[in-house]
């Protein structure tokens, strides 16, 4: 029963994980954002080139330029010459 209970916690975790969402940092700086999550807040730096992975169960992102967006979960964000663009 332990080994059945594992595998299914595993299981939601790699699901949640599924439904994060990206956001990739094509500009040549770092740029911040700020993700608040669970009434967590965090900045997350993206560095040059890099991808980042957030939002496990929906959250609110707040971009450089102080834009606040709702993500829900597996959307693709490209920041790109300082604009945020949602896929």
């Known amino acids: 029963m332990a080994r059945f209970a594992t595998v299914m916690l595993l299981s939601l975790l790699i699901a949640a994980g599924a439904e994060a969402a990206t956001i990739t940092n094509t500009d040549p700086a770092p740029v911040v954002v700020i993700v608040t999550e669970g009434g967590n807040r965090v900045e997350v730096v993206v560095d040059a080139g890099a991808s980042e992975t957030l939002c496990a169960a929906g959250c609110f992102m707040t971009t450089p330029d102080g834009d606040r ?13 300082g604009s945020v663009i949602i896929k």
């Open 69 to 81: 967006i709702g993500l829900g979960g597996g959307e693709t964000i490209e920041i790109v010459k």
